[in-house]
């Protein structure tokens, strides 16, 4: 049975006597004065499919102090798990059993098994905690959007279908191992790799006359795929079958899709919308975002206020690539949601501003809604005189500040855990830790 805390610390686990040694124990002290959080963990981590013998494995304590220094400490599950290894700060932070080393396997799959719902939760409790701690300044709000980006390569069609066909093709090559049915198909692993290689390199002329190949190859592969689920399914059922059907059906899906993207853009020379495109196989989630003439990110928006202090007050990820000024009322009932009360005063860039978003933040109480640009709205209409709006708007740059040491020194400028609950996990993970390190700062100055 898994145990919610670790019993007893090692006595040759020590933190360092340094400034980062130090502040890794304030986080941890407070993680010991929030023991609510591990009662939230620990739905997800304790199952009834463990067994009450054998060995207990990491604690719930233990998986999420690991969590964090990930995020804290920027490192892989690898270097994680080598730092854990060694007595010292590391050791100490997350409290390992005096026998515990785990593996980076281990480290990923307990971590993983925490979802983005749980970690939302985490975050809300956590900052209701230092806004009733007199730390978190609610009466005056800045907001702003960034992308965080997925783990994915810049997409290219002719990679998308190889993908599609390297996927597919691989899992009726294993099909044995998978379902105990060996199935005997053709493999195109090879010349879909060459084709889509030679696409790369080619100019327009030849690119045309590649694809004119390349697409009858990845229907060939579609209808392979239905061929094999036909057999597996003819062969009676079990647990690993429908497994590696769902797969199979899944990749199918996103093959078929891929494939009518690239005949449209491709042969009909349709601009195809970006809510209709497929950026990754592996990552069918992520979402195509221009900011203004910026470059094209592939992620996800991220609509977040900060205040006075830096801390992250409310967070939203955001479905597709909807306006900023569609954001800011969301994000208001978010922080209303939390705090149980709404800012006096917000103030977010010039993409924001609308006279509608100036009715509807009066409305759930604001008295200043503030926009960097006017955008036509009179300063009357947003309550506050010119003296008022220039000390607001130095104010509001302090959120670019924030914006740059999550991304750089959490890791949220891409996401690298894999799927969409592993996206949304992965950004409150980094937004959770952000916020601890900023209030350990605080306690230690």
């Given at each position: 049975?898994?145990?919610t805390h670790t019993v007893q610390a090692s006595i040759f686990d020590f933190y360092a006597n340094s400034d980062r040694g130090a502040h890794l124990e304030q986080v941890s002290k407070i993680i010991d004065q929030h023991p609510?959080?591990?009662?939230?963990?620990?739905?997800?981590?304790?199952?009834?499919?463990?067994?009450?013998?054998?060995?207990?494995?990491?604690?719930?304590?233990?998986?999420?102090?690991?969590?964090?220094?990930?995020?804290?400490?920027?490192?892989?599950?690898?270097?994680?798990?080598?730092?854990?290894?060694?007595?010292?700060?590391?050791?100490?932070?997350?409290?390992?059993?005096?026998?515990?080393?785990?593996?980076?396997?281990?480290?990923?799959?307990?971590?993983?098994?925490?979802?983005?719902?749980t970690l939302e939760q985490v975050f809300e409790v956590l900052s209701v905690s230092i806004f009733n701690n007199g730390h978190l300044d609610a009466k005056v709000m800045r907001m702003d959007t960034t992308v965080v980006e997925?783990?994915?390569?810049?997409?290219?069609?002719?990679?998308?279908?190889?993908?599609?066909?390297?996927?597919?093709?691989?899992?009726?090559?294993?099909?044995?191992?998978?379902?105990?049915?060996?199935?005997?198909?053709?493999?195109?692993?090879?010349?879909?790799?060459?084709?889509?290689?030679?696409?790369?390199?080619?100019?327009?002329?030849?690119?045309?006359?590649?694809?004119?190949?390349?697409?009858?190859?990845?229907?060939?592969?579609?209808?392979?795929?239905?061929?094999?689920?036909?057999?597996?399914?003819?062969?009676?059922?079990?647990?690993?079958?429908?497994?590696?059907?769902?797969?199979?059906?899944h990749y199918q899906n996103l093959l078929k899709h891929v494939i009518d993207q690239t005949q449209r853009r491709v042969f009909n020379e349709e601009n195809v919308p970006a809510t209709e495109k497929i950026v990754s196989i592996?990552?069918?989630?992520?979402?195509?975002?221009?900011?203004?003439?910026?470059?094209?990110?592939?992620?996800?928006?991220?609509?977040?206020?900060?205040?006075?202090?830096?801390?992250?007050?409310?967070?939203?990820?955001?479905?597709?690539?909807?306006?900023?000024?569609?954001?800011?009322?969301?994000?208001?009932?978010?922080?209303?949601?939390?705090?149980?009360?709404?800012?006096?005063?917000?103030?977010?860039?010039?993409?924001?501003?609308?006279?509608?978003?100036?009715?509807?933040?009066?409305?759930?109480?604001?008295?200043?809604?503030?926009?960097?640009?006017?955008?036509?709205?009179?300063?009357?209409?947003?309550?506050?005189?010119?003296?008022?709006?220039?000390?607001?708007?130095?104010?509001?740059?302090?959120?670019?500040?924030?914006?740059?040491?999550?991304?750089?020194?959490?890791?949220?400028?891409?996401?690298?855990?894999?799927?969409?609950?592993?996206?949304?996990?992965?950004?409150?993970?980094?937004?959770?830790?952000?916020?601890?390190?900023?209030?350990?700062?605080?306690?230690?100055?």
């Amino acid at each position: 049975m898994r145990e919610t805390h670790t019993v007893q610390a090692s006595i040759f686990d020590f933190y360092a006597n340094s400034d980062r040694g130090a502040h890794l124990e304030q986080v941890s002290k407070i993680i010991d004065q929030h023991p609510e959080l591990l009662d939230l963990v620990a739905k997800d981590l304790i199952t009834d499919d463990i067994a009450d013998t054998g060995r207990k494995g990491l604690s719930i304590e233990s998986v999420f102090r690991c969590m964090l220094l990930k995020q804290m400490e920027q490192v892989s599950y690898e270097k994680l798990s080598f730092n854990l290894a060694e007595p010292g700060s590391y050791r100490a932070f997350v409290r390992l059993d005096k026998n515990c080393f785990p593996s980076k396997s281990a480290l990923s799959t307990n971590i993983r098994k925490i979802k983005p719902e749980t970690l939302e939760q985490v975050f809300e409790v956590l900052s209701v905690s230092i806004f009733n701690n007199g730390h978190l300044d609610a009466k005056v709000m800045r907001m702003d959007t960034t992308v965080v980006e997925s783990n994915i390569l810049e997409p290219l069609d002719s990679q998308l279908l190889n993908d599609g066909v390297r996927v597919i093709s691989r899992l009726i090559a294993k099909s044995k191992e998978a379902t105990g049915i060996k199935l005997r198909l053709k493999d195109y692993r090879s010349e879909s790799r060459s084709l889509s290689a030679s696409i790369f390199y080619a100019k327009k002329p030849k690119k045309d006359q590649l694809y004119e190949r390349l697409i009858p190859l990845a229907l060939k592969v579609v209808k392979q795929c239905g061929k094999a689920v036909c057999q597996v399914n003819a062969r009676g059922t079990r647990e690993s079958k429908t497994q590696w059907i769902e797969k199979m059906l899944h990749y199918q899906n996103l093959l078929k899709h891929v494939i009518d993207q690239t005949q449209r853009r491709v042969f009909n020379e349709e601009n195809v919308p970006a809510t209709e495109k497929i950026v990754s196989i592996f990552e069918p989630h992520t979402d195509i975002i221009v900011k203004g003439e910026r470059k094209t990110h592939y992620g996800h928006k991220i609509n977040l206020s900060t205040e006075k202090n830096g801390f992250i007050t409310a967070l939203n990820i955001e479905k597709e690539n909807p306006k900023d000024s569609d954001c800011y009322t969301t994000l208001l009932d978010k922080f209303k949601k939390v705090y149980k009360c709404v800012p006096k005063t917000t103030i977010s860039d010039g993409c924001f501003a609308s006279e509608e978003n100036v009715r509807n933040g009066k409305r759930l109480g604001v008295e200043q809604n503030v926009f960097h640009k006017k955008n036509g709205i009179r300063l009357s209409d947003m309550g506050i005189k010119e003296k008022t709006l220039k000390k607001l708007k130095d104010f509001r740059a302090g959120i670019e500040a924030n914006i740059s040491e999550l991304k750089r020194a959490f890791g949220l400028r891409i996401a690298t855990w894999k799927g969409e609950s592993g996206f949304k996990s992965f950004v409150w993970a980094s937004a959770i830790s952000y916020n601890l390190n900023r209030w350990a700062n605080l306690q230690l100055e």
